[in-house]
Nanobody, 127 residues
Framework: QVQLVESGGGSVQAGGSLRLSCAAT????????MGWFRQAPGKERESVAA????????YYADSVKGRFTISRDNSENTVYLQMDSLKPEDTAVYYC????????????????????WGQGTQVTVSS
């Protein structure tokens, strides 16, 4: 079992930065690919970024490429999302999620393969 708790959300002006953290409990975190997702009001949940279990590969949605950075510290059981140059359209609830499988060799972006989810943290970007 993996339990996830996000933190670091808040309200910022356009152009600002936030760093989200996702702390995991459970001994299997280091074997899990991790993903960050977001859901804006009235929209479907979408993949933002993902990282393999060892940090060797990453994925970014086109809308955040060059502005967001995903990283992980397996010794601290934590995955991060550094968000720079934030835009109003980044406003959403952000969720972290852990892969249902262990040691998957590639990043995954579909919500269907993630079966552990955090409670979400709100990010609001004002213009």
């Amino acid at each position: 079992q993996v339990q996830l708790v996000e933190s670091g959300g808040g309200s910022v002006q356009a152009g600002g930065s936030l760093r989200l953290s996702c702390a995991a409990t459970g001994r299997t975190f280091s074997s899990k690919a991790m993903g960050w997702f977001r859901q804006a009001p009235g929209k479907e949940r979408e993949s933002v970024a993902a990282i393999t279990w060892n940090g060797g590969s990453t994925y970014y949605a086109d809308s955040v490429k060059g502005r967001f950075t995903i990283s992980r510290d397996n010794s601290e059981n934590t995955v991060y999302l550094q968000m720079d140059s934030l835009k109003p359209e980044d406003t959403a609830v952000y969720y972290c999620a852990a892969d249902s499988l262990s040691f998957r060799p590639r990043v995954v972006v579909s919500t269907n393969v993630y079966n552990y989810w955090g409670q979400g943290t709100q990010v609001t970007v004002s213009s």
